[in-house]
């Protein structure tokens, strides 16, 4: 393998002719005491023989061994040269690497005179191995050498007769090398029976099958050196070494064989490609890195781009390709190194990899594929790894086919370290992780309870509590393990240490804990899975840097220990686990996927106590262990458990959506508060149930009132506050120091003053240093500590300690503010990666949204984030006793969708039960508890009254009727006492109709019939009912209710649904049901029911609202009974003639006494709910009776809240999502603000919506201290909707915007997003106005608590009433003025300032349009939008014959903002007018930026891209990109039928110097201009003129404003996009452009001078079209040979050159030298297309590229970009003058153009403005484009 098994060969002394045999052993003698010579186990050992003339022998490759035996024969042909004594044999020992050079361990050199001297001529040795120094390593080396003299030589001794067991023992040496592969090089038949030649090796280059033996085969396939035993086999087992077969017996006829000599590599050089893909990198070292990889191989560096991160993605490929000899080739390195991009020093080299060229092409089809590799630093290996970088490297010779590159299933499995590529001298320190599990808790049910019913009818003792068999299952590195299983144990106690061997520093980042329950018969459940992060519990060391490492020279990471590097460690602590709901149900749970570890988990399901030690071990076993008693006991210490108190007030539910069931709220923590899981701790967890109220306009919200319901749970955890503490403290710094961050970009948004960006920075110095010098809580002294605490403790404090140094020093440095905001942002990095904790045991509050019985939406919120801590405002949560907005979401949803299931408002303190009193400050309202009990009575069927008598329930009972409470069974709680008496207070989800809240209701009633024997249908007895099949009254005998007038004057049959003509729907009642479960249109014979729904449309009257108030009044002052047939079936208000029970419920409120105030909520719990077991362990008490019946109901009173009004100025929106078909949308804005929606207007067809539209809030009431809702105001959420005329409106995107509590806010963009992605912005201000008043409310108990709620029901109407009552409130601002009624547009103060805006519109023509509905566009015409305007252009009359306007300009006057940040898009539509007057948008554009249209409409020049076409005719022009000399064709001349191609552009000047011209041409023009002076002859003696050759398009040099200064190309888009991801379809292009210039204010001053004129001719041009084809580089090969066979193919609209058969033979890098002709019609035909093709004898030619060229934006551009101008004017030559326009003409022409006088000629000079120029000196004048 050349360079990779590099041997040496010597020879001392004379050359005979021999035949040598030698097999041999080494062993490693441990006596030597120098045992660190040789690698680890996990090696390979090659030997190598050297003999006279420098032949290189190589034995096989033994692994994992210290001992190796080879037994292996080699030959050497001496040819016919004896040897004398002299002669010596060198034996070089090396440890075989896969990747890379083998390493050197040491040699022998074996003195020949023993065999020469000996009878037998052969001797055994015993020699030792030497090192580089000559030093003996240890290690000795046996073998057995023999001779055969040439014939004819004079032995030194009598030739004996040689024994018999020397050919035998070398027969035997053969068959072992035939079963164990062949040695390198040398493989014989016998040997390698299957060494066959690669069918896809080249015949030049050796066999390479040679190269990878079945050793090294095996050894490819663990990659690296370090084999991994899979997992299941036995704990610590070594993989076995290959066997060897038993020696043959030696029979007749067996000939002994020779090995056939290594072919040398070839020296004939051939075409080669190497491939490098960059795929990732991981764990790079360093701090806020920038890194970038640099690949270099045969002499040529490719660079990634600059990604960010320790663990960046590149994904970038790069391909060499080089023309060398394999000999040469195959020793050339690939160097691979990451380089940190923000440093400009030597010392950038984050890490490097290198591997020769041979090493790629002996691997399995000459590639590594998706490899790790292990970077090192290139000067010192010793140093350890640098990181990981993810590649696949190919190298292709000639006949090689790329091998498809797969994502391997394993990649997925984290086994990393399994598939490594070393580099040789780099060493990963072997490690043991002892992960110790000790014990879990809290495990949910996860098996049936079938066996344990059973059980329990037997009258065994039963245990639903414990239905699942866990055990824990360990994942990292591609190794697992698993505990024992713990049969029925929902709190097992493993106490088993799993012992996992591991290189380190590893390459894996997580270790997976995953706790499965075993089944019998089914496959094993997931129970939880969680992660420990390697990144969190351990630290490399050496990560501090200086402040500036542009500016200073750190100390190198072997030199830098700053003592803050440790080994992982872990605990002993819980991981909590969490995934889908813990309640265990027969079915298959649909949220299986989150305890895989996939996605959030919604719910916690137990966790598990660990603990993760690490020891540096060289030999690691993978074993189970129990673990010791005394570690048991150790660990008791960190179990100390402490009560902890919950408290959760929810003030408002908002922007509920399906509310077709009653609402309530879940709280829980950890195991405490789960309502539907029996095997928690049952607690009153949940709010009351609600029913939703209709907001008037989009949404329902929960009518709490005044009255909001509150949840207090009590749990018991680990005291972590240590941790917590500190935890919150660099969350606060970091959210501080984003904050100042966001201060300061925005100064820099607005353009803020410098002095006040330097204050914004000052101030963020200040603070960071502040925060940063606050020290941390000391956890040296915390017994609990474990060692992760404490090196966390002095990993952070160190950190902090250096950010106030550096802090400092920047803050007096002179330093510029993006210095300070990068040094800024580097530190915000470091505080959030410190602030997270890893070792958090407290389990996370999840609030889940109930439907019914159903779980609908759920938030999770970090208990560290709501905790109190007595060690200052800092360590307390960031939410900790504040109101804060959740938006819930749908379980399994990753961004927030089109729906939010609810948006609450909700009060979170959690603390320790012995901190409960400093909730007193946090409290708002009065905390109150009622008791509550319900009064049962009767009917008697015969009388007809109500009572107790023949009542089968007790006459006062729980809610449920089946426990008895009567109301002198209550007693107050400590620290309560009663407050008033009891009263009758109905259940307030009563009171909601269906109809709460809506300002129109259809009413709904089902007609039901049931057929008879015979066929024929009749009525049932329930005749009418509604939806569900509760009877209800006939349609006839329904009442308008009060408040409501009828809009439909009959009722009407629905047939808008799957019903047949008449309204029916049929169905088939299977007994038991009542009633059919499905319904379908169509009638069958077999059908039992049909059904039919009548409607009849209602709307509120205003002018009833007084009779609302007094019938729900009335309704009230009854005596609050509610109804029902039978208990348990739904109740109502109104009684009903089929009600047979009815029930009220009396209520009692408590309050806190004044001494204990409002903490006193914390000891309700259990003290309503019964009896407690105190006697069970961890402080759980265990309930004896169920808290379902009569949990404690605990409200937050409040006796008065704030009225607010608030005014949303909705401006406009743009850049909106397409969502019709036409490419346009027709935007509508939702606006909700806690329970109230509006909407905007709907503006058709537009993605720039402008509204300008006030939406006004009359009155919002909100509680809560008015400070409070200041500092954190509830959200705005606005919606945008597409308005569909038929189906649903469809989401468009969302944005959560803040209102201010200042007058007259600025209007300012909010990000629109959907599904996590930018879909627009939305230009709007939000301004919340305290009114002075505020609302006073009446506590339950004493007054009634209706009237809250009738004014929420209300809310829709107290709207309108809130407008006439306007000029009443002296308080409010002057309303906005009206656009229609009720439709307030933006006030001036807010609304942009706007002014009167010329908008100029070049519109010269359209281009490329695809055909619309299968219709091909031909009568377009144009229409521009902009700022609420719009102007229509004439119609192309036939776009074929000339797609350009007849009228070019077109003028419109807006008003448009006079701030650019405000300014509206312009949209362009293209019309396409059909027969009868369909006129269809074929096209879109929206220009979102103005400001480059922007002029001075009185500047000196007005624009010199204008032409004129009188004057100089623009007749056809040349088209070049390069001068390529004329005077003799490159190449000869093709001819095209019907295009003339022709290398000759003019006649042949008189040659003046017929001899110069042989020497003198376009090509020693061209080298002389690209700086090949070899190759230009004396072009540059003779100062001859020097071509500019770009390094890129025209178009993209900067100085020619992309050749778009006459006009710039839109592209035209259509269409809604499908998918997110993709990009709307271009469906052509637009040629034009813009001019916006203020105007006058006065319309009577006299408007600015036009800007567009002297347009260029607007009809057709026959144009001539050279094309001057040079050369091309890099282009990518196509054929097997790794080249291609490149052609060019030239086309203009429907003509084109096909230069096929003068295609180049195998290159990359073409040189063309062809000039093609070609004509073309402008601006029909504007695009010149060159595309390259590799020519194919066989199959079909494939195409390599191509590039598309606007001839018209060339043609009409000022810059002259048609023809190359050269520097003097010759009329012959190389540099012969080649433009249509002379000289004289093109200043003419340039005159013309800047209205400047034309030049006057006279004899010798020439005057042009005003100047004289001497004609003989003009000739030094550099004439350049545009002059």
Not at 1540 to 1559: C, D, G, V
Request: net charge negative; hydrophobic share 35%; glycine share 6%.
């Amino acid at each position: 393998m050349g360079s990779m098994g590099e041997t040496e060969a010597q020879h001392m002394g004379s050359i005979g002719h021999s035949l040598w045999d030698l097999w041999g052993k080494l062993r490693h003698s441990l006596r030597a005491g120098k045992p660190h010579c040789f690698s680890p186990p996990c090696v390979g050992w090659g030997l190598s023989f050297g003999a006279v003339v420098g032949v290189k022998k190589k034995t096989k490759v033994i692994k994992n061994s210290i001992n190796p035996v080879w037994n292996e024969g080699f030959e050497w042909d001496l040819k016919g040269v004896a040897l004398d004594l002299g002669s010596e044999l060198c034996v070089v020992v090396k440890d075989h690497e896969t990747v890379g050079r083998n390493r050197f361990l040491g040699e022998a050199r074996v003195p020949l005179r023993d065999v020469l001297s000996s009878p037998s001529l052969a001797a055994s040795y015993d020699v030792p191995l030497l090192d580089s120094k000559k030093q003996s390593t240890g290690a000795s080396l046996i073998l057995q050498v023999s001779y055969s003299p040439p014939p004819g030589a004079a032995p030194l001794f009598p030739p004996p007769t040689p024994p018999e067991a020397a050919p035998a023992a070398v027969a035997e040496s053969d068959t072992l090398t035939g079963n164990a592969g062949a040695p390198r090089g040398d493989a014989s038949p016998i040997a390698h029976p299957t060494a066959a030649r690669d069918p896809q090796q080249p015949p030049c280059l050796p066999p390479r099958a040679e190269v990878a033996t079945e050793e090294e085969g095996e050894d490819q396939a663990v990659t690296g050196d370090e084999t991994e035993p899979p997992s299941s086999g036995p704990p610590g087992s070594e993989p076995p070494s290959v066997p060897h077969r038993p020696p043959a017996p030696r029979g007749r006829g067996v000939k002994r064989r020779r090995s056939s000599p290594k072919k040398p590599l070839s020296n004939k050089p051939q075409d080669f490609q190497i491939r490098v893909r960059v795929i990732e990198a991981r764990q790079l070292p360093g701090v806020n890195i920038r890194p970038v990889v640099k690949v270099t191989a045969a002499g040529q560096t490719k660079r990634t781009r600059i990604r960010k991160g320790n663990s960046p993605l590149f994904d970038e490929t790069f391909f060499f390709n080089v023309f060398e000899s394999p000999a040469e080739l195959f020793d050339v390195p690939v160097f691979i190194t990451v380089l940190d991009s923000r440093s400009f020093r030597m010392d950038a080299v984050i890490g490097e990899f290198r591997m020769d060229v041979e090493s790629i092409y002996s691997e399995p089809k000459h590639a590594i594929l998706r490899r790790w590799l292990l970077l090192s630093d290139p000067e010192d290996f010793t140093a350890g790894a640098k990181g990981y970088l993810k590649v696949s490297l190919l190298v292709l010779g000639p006949g090689d086919e790329a091998p498809v590159e797969k994502k391997d299933v394993s990649e997925d499995k984290e086994d990393i370290e399994g598939n490594l590529l070393r580099p040789t001298g780099v060493t990963l320190r072997g490690a043991q992780f002892c992960l110790k599990i000790f014990k879990a808790e809290d495990l949910p049910q996860m098996d049936d309870a079938v066996m344990d019913n059973v059980r329990q009818i037997f009258g065994f003792e039963s245990n639903k509590k414990n239905l699942v068999d866990p055990f824990v299952e360990v994942s990292f590195a591609g190794k697992t393990l698993y505990s024992r299983i713990l049969e029925k144990n929902a709190n097992p106690q493993w106490n088993q240490c799993l012992m996992l061997p591991v290189m380190f520093p590893s390459m894996c980042e997580k270790m997976r804990i995953r706790v499965t329950d075993w089944d019998r018969l089914t496959h094993n459940d997931v129970v939880g899975t969680a992660y420990l992060c390697m990144s969190k519990i351990s630290a490399p060391g050496g990560e501090l840097e200086d402040a500036f490492p542009a500016l200073t020279k750190p100390l190198k990471a072997t030199d830098l220990d700053d003592g803050l590097g440790f080994l992982p460690t872990f605990g002993p602590c819980y991981v909590n686990l969490y995934g889908s709901p813990r309640e265990f149900t027969g079915f298959p749970d649909p949220y299986e996927a989150l305890n895989l570890g996939k996605g959030e988990g919604v719910a916690y399901r137990g966790r598990v106590l660990l603990e993760l030690e690490t020891k540096l071990a060289e030999h690691g076993e993978l074993k189970v262990e129990d673990i010791c008693a005394d570690d048991i006991l150790r660990v008791e210490k960190y179990l100390r458990r402490r009560k902890y108190s919950l408290f959760a007030a929810f003030y408002s539910a908002t922007m509920l959506q399906d509310v077709d069931d009653a609402i309530q709220f879940e709280v829980s923590i950890g195991n405490y508060g789960n309502k539907f899981d029996n095997t928690c701790l049952p607690l009153a967890s949940t709010t009351q149930y609600s029913r939703a109220v209709f907001d008037g306009c989009q949404y329902y919200y929960l009518p709490w009132g005044n009255v909001k319901p509150v949840v207090v749970l009590s749990s018991y955890w680990e005291d972590i506050s240590y941790r917590t503490d500190t935890q919150n403290l660099l969350q606060h710094a970091a959210d501080r120091l984003e904050a100042n961050l966001e201060r300061v970009h925005l100064a820099l948004k607005a353009n803020g003053a410098p002095g006040e960006l330097e204050s914004l920075a000052a101030q963020l110095m200040d603070d960071v240093i502040a925060d940063c010098s606050v020290p941390l809580p000391d956890v040296l002294g915390k017994a609990a500590s474990t060692h992760l605490d404490q090196n966390l403790y002095r990993f952070r404090s160190t950190n902090l300690e250096q950010m106030v140094r550096a802090a400092l020093r920047l803050k007096h440095e002179e330093l510029s503010l993006p210095a300070v905001l990068e040094q800024a942002e580097d530190w915000l990095c470091r505080l959030r990666a410190m602030a997270e904790e890893p070792q958090n045991s407290l389990p996370d509050v999840v609030i889940w949204m109930l439907r019914g019985e159903k779980r609908v939406a759920y938030a999770r919120v970090p208990a560290r984030e709501v905790l109190y801590s007595q060690s200052g405002p800092n360590c307390c949560g960031r939410n900790c006793g504040k109101l804060q907005t959740i938006f819930l979401k749908y379980p399994q949803e990753e961004a927030m969708g089109p729906r939010i299931p609810a948006q609450i408002r909700v009060q979170l303190w959690f603390g320790l039960s012995v901190n409960e009193k400093e909730f007193n400050q946090y409290a708002e309202g009065k905390l109150s508890v009622f008791a509550e009990t319900y009064e049962n009575q009767t009917k008697l069927a015969l009388v007809g009254n109500w009572g107790t008598t023949g009542l089968t329930y007790p006459k006062y009972s729980d809610v449920t009727g089946k426990i008895k409470l009567p109301k002198d069974s209550f007693r107050p709680s400590t620290g309560w006492t009663w407050a008033g008496d009891w009263f009758i207070c109905p259940e307030k989800t009563m009171l909601h109709e269906a109809d709460a809240g809506h300002l129109s209701f259809v009413e709904e009633v089902f007609e039901n019939q049931v057929r008879l024997p015979g066929g024929q249908w009749i009525h049932m007895s329930d005749a009418y009912t509604d939806v569900n099949g509760e009877k209800v009254l006939p349609k006839d005998e329904i009442e308008c209710p009060p408040g409501w007038k009828w809009e439909d004057v009959e009722w009407d049959t629905d047939l808008n649904r799957a019903v047949d003509e008449k309204g029916w729907e049929y169905g088939i009642t299977i007994p038991p049901d009542r009633r059919p479960k499905a319904w379908v249109p169509a009638e069958k014979m077999y059908h039992t029911n049909r059904r039919r729904r009548w409607v009849r449309l209602r709307s509120r009257d205003l002018a009833q609202m007084e009779t609302v108030r007094k019938h729900k009044q009335d309704e009230q002052d009854g005596e609050g009974w509610e109804y029902a047939s039978l208990l348990g079936w739904r109740f109502h208000l109104r009684p009903r003639r089929t009600d047979a029970f009815r029930r009220r419920r009396w209520r009692r409120r408590m309050e806190p006494l004044e001494r204990t105030g409002a903490a006193a909520v914390f000891a309700l719990e259990g003290a309503l709910g019964g009896m407690t077991d105190d006697k069970s362990d961890d402080g759980k008490s265990v309930s004896t009776l169920s808290f379902g019946v009569n949990r404690p109901t605990i409200s937050c009173i409040f006796d008065y809240g704030n009225r607010y009004h608030l005014r949303c100025y909705m401006y406009q929106a743009r850049d909106l999502a397409a969502m019709d078909k036409d490419s346009f949308s027709d935007p509508y804005a939702i606006v909700s603000f806690l329970h109230q929606s509006q909407k905007t207007v709907v503006i058709k067809n537009t993605l720039n919506p402008t509204w300008d539209q006030t939406l006004i809030f009359y009155e919002i009431e909100i509680f809560g201290d008015p400070k409070n809702v200041s500092d954190c105001p509830p959200s705005i959420v606005v919606e945008i909707y597409d308005h569909d005329t038929y189906g649903a409106d469809e989401f468009m995107g969302r944005c959560v915007c803040r209102p201010s509590l200042q007058r007259a806010p600025r209007l300012s963009w909010h990000p629109v997003l959907k599904g996590g992605r930018n879909v627009g912005e939305l230009l709007a201000a939000f301004e919340l106005i305290q009114r002075e008043k505020p609302a006073v409310h009446h506590i339950p108990g004493f007054e009634n608590e209706l009237s809250s709620a009738l004014d929420e029901l209300c809310a829709p109407a107290l709207f309108y009433e809130g407008l006439l009552r306007w000029s009443e409130d002296s308080d409010l601002p002057y309303p906005p003025p009206q656009r229609e009624p009720n439709i307030f547009m933006v006030p001036q103060g807010i609304k942009p300032v706007l002014q009167r805006t010329a908008i100029e519109i070049l519109a010269w023509g359209l281009r490329n349009l695809k055909s619309y509905q299968l219709a091909s566009v031909t009568s377009p015409s144009l229409l521009v939008e902009c700022g609420g305007q719009l102007v229509q252009s004439c119609v192309i009359k036939n776009v074929k014959k000339n797609p350009n306007f007849d009228v070019c300009v077109l003028f419109m006057e807006v008003r448009l903002p006079s701030e650019s940040l405000y300014s509206p898009p312009i949209i362009i539509k293209i019309i396409d007018n059909r027969p009868f007057g369909r006129r269809p948008v074929v096209g879109q554009c929206t220009i979102r930026s103005l400001e480059e249209f922007y002029c001075d409409p009185y500047g000196e020049e007005t624009d010199g891209a204008q032409e004129q076409a009188d004057d100089v005719s623009l007749t056809p022009r040349d088209d070049v990109l390069i001068d390529i000399d004329d005077k003799e064709p490159l190449l000869p001349t093709q001819l095209v039928e019907g295009v003339t191609s022709s290398a000759l552009i003019n006649p042949p000047a008189s040659r003046s110097e017929p001899q110069e011209e042989e020497f003198i041409d376009w090509w020693s023009k061209f080298y002389a201009s690209t700086g090949e002076r070899e190759k230009c002859g004396s072009y540059l003696e003779k100062g001859f003129d020097t071509l500019q050759v770009y390094e890129t398009e025209l178009e993209r040099v900067e100085a020619f404003e992309q050749l778009s200064d006459f006009c710039h190309t839109f592209r035209l888009y259509r269409g809604r996009v499908q998918d997110a991801n993709d990009d709307p379809s271009v469906v052509g292009e637009f040629k034009g452009s813009f001019k916006i210039y203020p105007l006058p204010d006065d319309p009577r001053v006299p408007l600015p001078p036009r800007q567009f004129h002297q347009l260029p001719a607007r009809g057709p041009q026959e144009c001539l079209v050279r094309v001057y084809i040079i050369r091309a580089f890099g282009l990518q090969p196509k054929d097997a040979n790794g080249k291609c066979d490149p052609y060019v193919k030239i086309s203009v609209g429907k003509k084109s050159i096909n230069d096929q058969e003068n295609y180049l033979p195998s290159t990359l890098e073409p040189v063309f030298g062809k000039m093609f002709e070609l004509s073309c019609t402008l601006p029909l035909e504007k695009d010149l297309k060159v595309t390259l093709y590799d020519y194919d004898l066989l199959s079909k030619d494939e195409k390599i590229g191509e590039t598309v060229i606007d001839l018209e934006n060339r043609f009409l551009s000022k810059y002259g970009a048609r023809c190359g101008l050269p520097q003097t004017y010759c009329i012959s030559g190389p540099n012969q003058w080649r433009d249509q326009l002379r000289p004289s003409q093109l200043l003419h022409l340039f005159s013309l153009q800047h209205h400047y006088k034309a030049p006057t000629y006279t004899s010798d000079r020439l005057i042009f403005r005003e100047q004289e120029y001497i004609l003989s000196e003009l000739a030094h004048v550099i004439w350049g484009w545009g002059r």
